[in-house]
């Protein structure tokens, strides 16, 4: 037994409810996380151990507050309440995990719990997303690491956790985080975390959860031998240097980990370019030059669209719509797309379960870039014929051969070559691909 | 693209776990039972923290010491999801020296710690019951200069009536990373607690200068098992003076260089 709650506990709480314990799931450096009944309902409670906090009452009230302002968006697994404090140790209440989430360092570990590319973009996308609001509404997440986010691999979608770090932009929580995911600036100690170093954070997940490997670790960290903490400093710190770094070709990936030489040369150039960007030596030094939560959403959303599955069960990325061999060595067939969408600046290959999103066909702000629009799905009775529907909230004007009608929202409408969607001031064209 | 299924798991250092246990005559019987028992559920609390806790692959290594020494894994540390205890039985002499020097020829990028990525620094755990029967302190005075011990996590149990618990302070290289206990319920306990608080600090990155002490792993350890400080730390105090000049050779010349430099 390590010290903690007993079974059967009840707990007062600050918003004057009982909490009872009921058993342990999981015992981290920090504290101890439960399962509780709390006001009826099954949730879970991190308990603290004693003495984890430099400065334990700037920690209480920035938990306070958190409590107070209530989660950003669903994707938290936000703190809801906290106990009172007993012999110097208290916790907070959330929402359990939910079934089929798992740690993302896991998928780290096993990549293949993804059963696609597009999970793990979706996946990519509500992390940013998540981010997005959390940055608007003022906060920075400030300790992103393996462990703090939740995947459901089926789904895509994402939980995010441990929040009771986050805290107002500029706030020195105390908190610095796991140093492979830390900005260099912090990780030299030159200043505290905000939304910029939580955007290298955020890139550092991204390239893990799509490439499985981490973007700075190459024979530099293999050939270090012993790695401790001056090391880790030049690695992530001081020197870091991109392993996929077009000009600098000294931290090479090294072959005995081969994941991101099999997956980079197969990305969209569209793609390549903003992780070249996010870890170029220029983002690394100047927080300001990150790529901003816009530009992944724009370039992920694009990203999700390309990716289309070969009759071998394959996927391959295609890019503007164009035919792509695949590269699965028994097949080394060519794929090609009988439909494609015109968008203005891009082509996406017209799929099914192709998606397109606001940021797709306007130029917008972030805060309407991820609004759906439009959702490809294949006939029931015959999977390639497509079929368009409106998830957008308004009707669209469709036109086709000179003839005009509306689609309310939620309504579907057989996709046919040179039909032209009218959604508000944007268009999709859909034509036939040569 | 590569199938998911066809990728690989991210690259992760290795993090080395080495048990140096005393098997000696004075364990018989009730102790090396209970070490026994201790160490099955250690390494089963290990293989939790592989999972969950740690940045790292966590390996094992055990290295028991009596009138000779002997590695359990003499091909080198195993993955802690492949390795399995096997009960050890206890005969012979305490000879701490052989063990140092022992440990010494292994820990190092040439012998036990050649895996093909880079690795966090070592945890070290001695446990002993008694007092060496050989000249131990010449034998630290070499290790001393091998960086991985040196810079390792160290920590240390002194079990039993009555074992040289300063001499596990030297080992350690502070009396505040010595856990000293006559009790073997609480040994077993301790043992598999600092277990995974050694590991798991040590197992995640981290950049200070300062490395991760044996006392800190301790003190997560006694926090963790619900012990006091009192209960289980020896009476004195020592404290190594750190070795900073890994440079050097182990001659002893004075010289000391600046270990912290950036290549």
Redesign the interface.
Same mark, same amino acid.
């Given at each position: 037994?390590? +010290?903690g709650l007993y079974m059967g506990t009840r707990l007062r709480t600050r918003f004057g409810k009982e909490l009872r314990v009921v058993e342990q799931l999981? =015992?981290?450096?920090q504290g101890i996380v439960y399962k509780v009944m709390y006001d009826g309902k099954p949730m879970a409670l991190k308990w603290y *151990? %004693?003495?984890v906090f430099v400065d334990k009452q700037r920690f209480i009230d920035n938990l306070r507050n958190n409590i107070m302002h209530g989660k950003p968006t669903d994707a938290f697994l936000w703190p809801q309440d906290m106990t009172e404090v007993i012999d110097g140790s208290f916790g907070y209440v959330m929402d359990l995990r939910p079934e089929g989430f798992v740690?993302a !360092?896991e998928l #780290?570990? !096993?990549?293949?719990? #993804?059963?696609?590319?597009r999970r793990?973009i979706d996946a990519c996308m509500g992390i940013v997303s998540a981010f997005r609001v959390l940055h608007n509404k003022g906060y920075c997440y400030q300790d992103v690491n393996?462990?703090n986010f939740f995947i459901n691999p089926e789904t895509g979608k994402v939980l995010i956790c441990d929040n009771d770090n986050v805290a107002p932009e500029g706030t020195d929580t105390g908190i610095r985080g796991?140093?492979?995911f830390m900005a260099p600036e912090i990780?030299i100690e030159n200043s505290v975390p905000s939304m910029k170093s939580d955007r290298h954070s955020m890139s550092v997940l991204i390239f893990?959860l799509l490439l +499985? /490997?981490?973007p700075l670790?190459g024979v530099r960290?293999? /050939?270090?031998?012993?790695? =401790?903490? %001056?090391? /880790? !400093? *030049?690695l992530?710190?001081?020197?870091p240097v991109f392993i996929m770094d077009p000009d600098n070709y000294t931290n090479r990936p =090294?072959p005995?980990?081969?994941?991101v030489l !099999? +997956?980079w040369p197969?990305l969209p150039e569209h793609m390549r370019d903003i992780f070249t960007r996010a870890f170029s030596k220029a983002a690394l030094t100047n927080p300001n030059r990150r790529p901003s939560e816009l530009e992944w959403i724009r370039e992920l959303t694009r990203f999700r669209s390309e990716v289309v599955s070969c009759s071998c069960g394959?996927? +391959? #990325?295609m890019q503007d719509a164009k035919p792509v061999m695949c =590269?699965?060595p028994n097949c080394r067939r060519e794929v090609r797309v009988a439909l494609r969408a015109d968008l203005s600046q891009y082509s996406l290959p017209f799929v099914d379960d192709t998606r397109f999103y606001r940021c797709q066909t306007c130029v917008c702000n972030a805060d309407i870039a991820l609004d759906p629009l439009a959702w490809v799905i294949g006939a029931r009775e015959r999977a390639d014929i497509l079929g368009i529907t409106n998830i957008s909230g308004e009707p669209w004007g469709v036109s086709q051969g000179g003839s005009q009608h509306m689609i309310a929202p939620g309504k579907t409408v057989q996709a046919i070559p040179d039909m032209e969607l009218d959604l508000n001031d944007e268009r999709i064209l859909i034509r036939r691909n040569a | 693209m590569p199938y998911r299924n066809d990728l690989g798991a991210v690259m992760r250092p290795d993090l080395h776990v080495f048990y140096v246990l005393d098997t000696s005559g004075s364990m018989q019987n009730k102790p090396i039972g209970v070490l026994n028992r201790a160490m099955d559920e250690t390494v089963d609390a290990l293989k939790q923290v592989a999972a969950h806790h740690s940045d790292a692959n966590v390996k094992i290594a055990v290295l028991e010491f009596n009138s000779t020494c002997r590695w359990i894994n003499p091909a080198g540390p195993e993955y802690v999801d492949d390795f399995f205890w096997q009960d050890l039985a206890a005969a012979g002499r305490t000879e701490v020296g052989a063990a140092l020097r022992e440990l010494d020829s292994k820990l190092s990028r040439n012998a036990f710690l050649n895996s093909m990525s880079s690795a966090y620094l070592p945890v070290i755990i001695f446990m002993t019951d008694g007092f060496a029967t050989d000249d131990y302190e010449h034998e630290l005075n070499r290790i001393l200069h091998n960086k991985w011990f040196a810079k390792a996590t160290r920590v240390g149990f002194a079990i039993g009536r009555n074992p040289d618990t300063e001499m596990i302070a030297k080992l350690v290289g502070s009396s505040e990373a010595v856990i000293r206990t006559d009790d073997l319920g609480v040994f077993a306990r301790l043992l598999r607690f600092v277990s995974v608080s050694a590991s798991t600090l040590s197992g995640n990155s981290h950049t200070t200068d300062e490395e991760v002490s044996g006392s800190a792993a301790v003190k997560m350890a006694r926090d963790m098992a619900g012990v006091s400080r009192e209960e289980v730390s020896p009476s004195f105090t020592y404290e190594e003076t750190p070795f900073r000049d890994f440079n050097s050779d182990s001659s002893g010349t004075g010289f000391t260089w600046d270990s912290t430099r950036v290549f």
């Open positions: 037994m390590s +010290v999981g =015992d981290g450096g *151990r %004693p003495n740690e !360092k #780290f570990i !096993k990549p293949g719990l #993804f059963h696609s590319y793990a393996g462990g796991t140093p492979s990780v893990l +499985v /490997q981490h670790e960290l293999t /050939q270090a031998g012993l790695l =401790d903490g %001056p090391t /880790q !400093k *030049r992530y710190g001081t020197d =090294d005995a980990y081969p994941n !099999k +997956v197969c394959n996927e +391959v #990325f =590269d699965n | -």
